[in-house]
């Protein structure tokens, strides 16, 4: 009978828990459990919005702030690349203007000296050249001397020749004058 008394006293405990409902759904303690469920959301509320929102909030106006230096100082180096790349290009138009200045000025001297050298060779040429004419008409007047000379000595040898008779050198001396002018 002992353990009839012991299964009889299971099946009670047992019966009893299933009489009793789950303890959120029991009315004799709901209301209690509303009173825990809003004291414990009003301290939750004060913990968040006393500690953990300051902090979050710092952070992010920490992290807005060095987000908004950081573009001020990205801008400010924009700025000094811009001014520093003008700089470069005006310098780099400078020198340019500088080269071709130097480039024309150079080939005026190299033109201005090419002139004059040709200058001087067409000076040197042209008295060359002067001095061939005279010697050209020096030669030509001994050639032409030399020609009425031998002109006179060839008509006489040729009249001897063909006459067999020497002519006097009056006669052939008028006669080559009178060829020589024609």
Known sequence: MAESHGDAKGTTAHTEAHERAFP??????????????????????????????????????????????????????????????????????????????????????????????RKSLEEKLSLKLAEAEKTIASTREAAMSNVRGIAADAASAIVQRLAGVQPDARSVNSAVDASLKG
Not at 63 to 91: H, M, N, P, T, V
Not at 108 to 114: G, H, I, M, R, V
């Open 24 to 117: 959120p759904f029991q009315k004799d303690t709901f209301a209690s459990q509303l009173v825990s469920l809003a004291i414990a959301f009003v301290a939750l509320y004060l913990i968040v919005s006393r500690i953990a929102l300051p902090r979050v909030g710092s952070v992010i106006d920490e992290r807005q702030s060095r987000i908004d230096g950081d573009l001020a100082d990205a801008q400010k180096l924009r700025d000094q690349s811009d001014a520093a790349l003008k700089a470069y290009e005006s310098e780099l138009a400078s020198a340019r203007s500088r080269a071709q200045a130097i480039g024309a000025e150079t080939r005026e001297k190299l033109n201005a000296a090419s002139e004059a050298e």
